[in-house]
Nanobody, 123 residues
């Protein structure tokens, strides 16, 4: 099982980034997927989740209205479009596969995450 994130980088406050996550080694279309972030010195924070078909979507209040999660099951790819980014959102962003029984709006166990992509929001 592998999850590979990309698309991170440095952006100014108010800017945008689009993260991607390609899954392999498992049936991507059969799993809910989520995004989690972890800022330096802080615990992980659940950001967003999406169901297998892409029509049930969940967001943390802190990102609602600015971030958009989506997926392309034909490409085994998960996306996170992030707009109006804030400096406090500087973090490593991870995609994660949700195992059965894990509440959709919580952070899944670490072994289900990818390696992460760095997002830095700074002027």
């Amino acid at each position: 099982v592998q999850l590979v994130e990309s698309g991170g980088g440095m952006v100014q406050p108010g800017g945008s980034l689009r993260l991607s996550c390609v899954g392999s080694g498992f049936t991507f279309s059969s799993y809910y997927m989520s995004w989690v972030r972890q800022a330096p010195g802080k615990g992980p924070e659940w950001v967003s989740a999406i169901n297998t078909g892409g029509y049930q979507i969940y967001y943390a209040d802190s990102v609602k209205g600015r971030f958009t999660i989506s997926r392309d099951n034909a490409k085994n790819t998960l996306y996170l479009q992030m707009n109006r980014l804030k400096p406090e959102e500087t973090a490593l962003y991870y995609c994660a596969r949700l195992p059965t029984g894990v509440l959709v709006t919580t952070t899944p166990p670490r072994e289900y995450w990818g390696q992460g992509t760095q997002v830095t929001v700074s002027s």
